[in-house]
């Protein structure tokens, strides 16, 4: 099983930054996947950005130039910073691990961008 617990969410300010991060734990071995979605309120869930263990990213296009995934393979931990922050990206985000065809997904934190 693997568990991912996601920090760093709350309330910021149009133009403000947030960095996001997701722990995973369990058993957590070989090539994975990690990245972070998110979903707005009566939306569908999108991804944001994901990195591979080789470190190779993708992001969505309303975030590319602003927001940033980054990855600690050794304590099995991603981050995202996310920099000049829109009304528009508020949303739950959720840490995804995707390994071998299977899905994780944690709990989910809050990101609220409002004056």
């Known amino acids: 099983q693997v568990q991912l617990v996601e920090s760093g969410g709350g309330l910021v300010q149009p133009g403000g930054s947030l960095r996001l991060s997701c722990a995973a734990s369990?058993?957590?071995?070989?090539?994975?996947?990690m990245g972070w979605y998110h979903q707005a309120p009566g939306k569908q869930r999108e991804l944001v950005a994901a990195i591979t263990s080789g470190g190779s990213s993708n992001y969505a296009d309303s975030v590319k130039g602003r927001f940033t995934i980054s990855r600690d393979n050794a304590s099995n931990t991603v981050y995202l910073q996310m920099n000049s922050l829109k009304p528009d990206d508020t949303a739950v985000y959720y840490c995804?691990?995707?390994?071998?065809?299977?899905?994780?997904w944690g709990k989910g934190t809050l990101v609220t961008v409002s004056s």
């Open positions: 369990g058993t957590i071995f070989g090539i994975y996947t």
């Open positions: 995804n691990l995707l390994r071998r065809g299977v899905s994780y």
